[in-house]
Structures are given as C-alpha cells and as structure tokens.
C-alpha cells in the first residue's frame, strides 16, 4: 500500500514531542532539572550552552538556533519577501515565526502541538496541523493563501530504523502535499528532511510541481546531524 492510500489515521504525529514546555522548546526549564536528566540529555544540554549557534541566538534574542538556518536559506534564496503571507509547520519555539516577520512578512501564522509563546505580529496556534479541518483554519486566520510555506516539523523517535524513516517521510509529504495545495502560483516551500531517507516519491512530485528543488544543508546545521533542508521555488 502506498503511503498516499494509508488511513489518515497512520499519517497522523500520534503525540506531542516530550520534554516541550510552555515556553516552546528552550533551554530555561531543561536547565532547572538537568541533574535529573538521563545521561544522554545532560549532554545535549551542554552541547547546546556550548554551540556557537545557540550562545548567538540567545545574545540576539532568537528563540533557537534553528532561525540561523532559515536566515542562511532566505540569504541564498530570497524566499522571503516584503509583504509575503507564510506559514510555518512545526513551529516551536517560533525561531522561523521571528525570522519570518523580521524579514518583512505581513501574515504569519505557525502551529505545533506544543504551546507557543506570543510573537508580537504573528498568529500562534496549538494543534495537530495532521488533524482534518487545521489546513483550513491557518488559510482563513492567515487571510488568504499563502507565498511561502515552511516546514521543520519533527517526530517522536521509537528507536526502530524504518518506522523512524516512514514517521519522516510522512511528514514530509503532509507538508508538501498542504503546499501545493495552498500556495499561490510562484509561492516556495522549504522542509526538513534527512540524509540518507528515501523521498524520492516526494521530489519528483516537487520537481512536477515547481520550477526548482534544491537540497540545502546550512551551515547553521550541526555537522554531524543528517539533517538537509530540501527548497522547492516557484510553485507552477
């Protein structure tokens, strides 16, 4: 069975990410409780107090490293423009919502299934963007469609290789599929994947669909993470 003709059901992110707050995905609360963290999280935690990209994040009030990767994308691209409506996917903490708006977008609206602290100019919502009737409701709380969809949407991994995989890939075609629905003609879409998944059904429908697809590994991103950015330009 292909994954266009699995039950909605299966498609779906089955909870939110642990370890989220209120806050989005920040370092205040992780900090609080860290000597009772596993092993494995105490080092992530003093991975990141020791990444270049996230001391310059917090020094320029971003709310995570990963607005870096967006602004080296817009930098390269140009995807962003005066004016521009722009969803964002995954949007906890708001990194990408703050990089949005500081470029020049009007209308941003992001959702997640953890809660978001407010941005000043942007619409906030906490949801499955998988759950039926959530498309909608960004289109009409945005105010028409939008030029640019982005997507850094994540799952909860279960340690198994190939669920892992079909958990990302599914993903990504959620969010290409909610793009070249919603898009306006010339409109871009940029999501997550990694290196190494198979997406090849998912980029030759990208290929069909816009003028130009790209792969993108910013150098904001961690050297040893497999994570790419795949950029699609120009919807047709």
Known sequence: M???EKPAERRRMVRPPSGGTAAGRGMGAKMKTAADKSMSSQQWIKRQLSDKWSERARAEGWRSRAAFKLLEIDDRFHLIKTGSRVIDLGAAPGGWVQVALKRGAKAVVGVDLLPIEPIPGATLVQADFTH????????????GAPDLVLSDMAHNT????QTDHLKIIALIEIAADFAIRTLKPGGHFVSKNFQGGDAGGVLARLRAEFETVKYVKPESSRKDSAEVFLVA???R
Do not use: K, T
């Open 2 to 4: 292909s994954d266009d």
């Open 132 to 143: 039926p009737g959530v498309d909608r409701q960004m289109i009409e709380l945005l105010g």
């Open 158 to 161: 279960v340690g198994h290789r």
């Open 233 to 235: 330009m120009n919807r």
